[in-house]
């Protein structure tokens, strides 16, 4: 029963992953780059389901998406693949499955976010555009400066009001099982 769960539960993610990336996406302030909500939902979900499945959700998620607009960039789909198992592993010990999130999760929740963008955007996206594809070291990491900062903003101010809808549903329901 646990896998079939861990299963629809990536299964949803996969698809809010895909449609929030690809139809609520808005261009960000650097060409390539965009703002959306996509790595919130990762977030959260990774927290209450674990690394495994964040790992999984956003690597699946964003092949989905790069099939979707013509071709597989690696540089993208291993860095949110990488961002998921981060966000799974960092922010496991909150108390957002049980509804019980302080001031102090959330300064938490957003620090390990900025820390899991950074890993993914600033270090492995660059250096999978330059080995891969020979994009000029300067350009590799400028973009993925651009491109991490922009997911550290959505994630960290959408990623907080869902970690609040989350643990203030789950306060009078905590869950049976955790995943």
């Not at 609520?24 to 979900?45: K, R, S």
């Not at 013509?70 to 010990?93: D, E, H, K, N």
Request: net charge neutral; hydrophobic share 55%.
């Amino acid at each position: 029963m646990r896998y079939a769960k861990t299963v629809v539960i990536m299964a949803v993610g996969i698809g809010l992953y895909y449609l929030l990336g690809r139809f609520a996406a808005i261009p960000g302030p650097v060409p390539g780059t965009f703002l959306t909500m996509q790595f919130a939902v990762l977030a959260v979900l990774a927290a209450l389901s674990g690394s495994v499945t964040g790992g999984l959700t956003g690597f699946l998620g964003q092949l989905l998406l790069d099939l979707s607009a013509g071709g597989i960039l690696l540089s993208r789909v291993l860095p949110a693949g990488i961002y998921g198992i981060l966000a799974g592993q960092l922010c496991g010990m909150l108390g957002i499955e049980k509804g019980e999130l302080s001031v102090r999760d959330l300064l938490i929740f957003a620090g390990f976010q900025l820390a899991a963008h950074a890993a993914a955007w600033f270090l492995a996206a660059p250096c999978l555009d330059i080995f891969l594809y020979g994009k000029p070291l300067e350009e590799a990491f400028w973009h993925g400066l651009a491109t991490g900062i922009t997911h550290m903003v959505t994630t960290v101010l959408t990623g907080t009001v869902l970690c609040l809808v989350v643990a203030t549903v789950r306060q009078g329901n905590p869950p049976e099982d955790s995943l």
